[in-house]
């Protein structure tokens, strides 16, 4: 009754939201300044955690950071994304990972479910391997746990990218884009406005880090995938032999941007997935 109930409340708030003002926060790493939402009750010290994907903010999100009101929940802007700082630095998955604690430490969060969009995956298992006893699950959102292919196949795949930003990342954003209209405007002009400098070293180090060393997750994982030519036909499979404690799903008809596009669905899944195992 009460995961049941739980979930109905999440349906009802990812539809109409709740009347909290979101305002941002911010937090100093390596001189940058990050910004992040913090919403609910801030004398709880565990947290849902939303990184966000690649040339992305926190406003992806924006279906799902509402939609908790029993949790405490943090959405934040990487650095160089959205409404944060973007030095020029590299930007490896182990940056952005730390950045992600640098977020959590000023929030006074001790433990979190850290969930991952795309890039955003790289980066919480990265922050597992890092801060494994700061991680309670972790939840996958349409990202990688294991490399698209080939190195060579895929480096040279991404030769144009890096040699012509300008000409070729529209085209390569063009390629993921959901199909309702006023999606496509906000995931493309959120995406292209991220700077060259970001989005090339963003894609360079985490197509590297998917080729390096990675040991299993010995937490609770949810992954909610959508269908793609690059994910291989026993990815499900691949994907329990790295985290054995698994829920898999794959939901036919959506594209890179799941959570934007059947918030209500992808919404009572984390609801249930957090309540089933006592997570927060």
């Known amino acids: 009754m009460k995961n049941a109930l739980l979930i109905v409340l999440t349906l009802a708030f990812a539809v109409n939201g709740f009347s909290q003002d979101v305002k941002s926060k911010s937090v100093k790493f390596k001189g940058a300044t990050v910004n992040y939402y913090d919403i609910g009750d801030k004398r709880l010290d565990q947290a849902l955690v939303l990184v966000h994907c690649w040339t992305c903010n926190a406003e992806f999100w924006r279906e799902t950071y509402r939609a908790f009101p029993n949790y405490r929940v943090i959405a934040m802007d990487l650095p160089g994304h959205g409404t944060s700082d973007k030095p020029k630095v590299d930007y490896s998955i182990e940056y952005f990972a730390r950045s992600v604690d640098a977020v959590m430490k000023k929030a006074g969060i001790k433990r979190a479910v850290l969930a991952g969009h795309s890039m955003g995956t790289p980066v919480i298992r990265r922050y597992y391997e890092l801060y494994p006893k700061k991680v309670n699950a972790l939840i996958i959102v349409d990202g990688a746990l294991v490399p698209y292919g080939n190195r060579a196949e895929l480096e040279k795949f991404f030769e144009p990218f890096y040699a012509d930003y300008k000409t070729n990342a529209p085209k390569f954003v063009e390629g993921m884009l959901p199909k309702d209209e006023k999606l496509r405007v906000f995931v493309r002009s959120s995406m292209l406005s991220t700077p060259e400098h970001v ?82």
């Open 199 to 280: 989005a090339a070293s963003a894609m360079r180090l985490m197509n590297e880090d998917s080729y390096a060393p990675h040991g299993k997750l010995d937490v609770p994982v949810l992954a909610v995938m959508a269908p793609s030519p690059y994910w291989p036909k026993d990815v499900e499979a691949k994907y329990r032999s790295i985290a054995p404690d698994l829920k898999f799903l794959m939901w036919d008809g959506t594209s890179h941007f799941l959570q934007m596009e059947r918030p209500a669905e992808f919404n009572a899944a984390v609801a249930e997935f957090i309540s089933s195992k006592r997570l927060l």
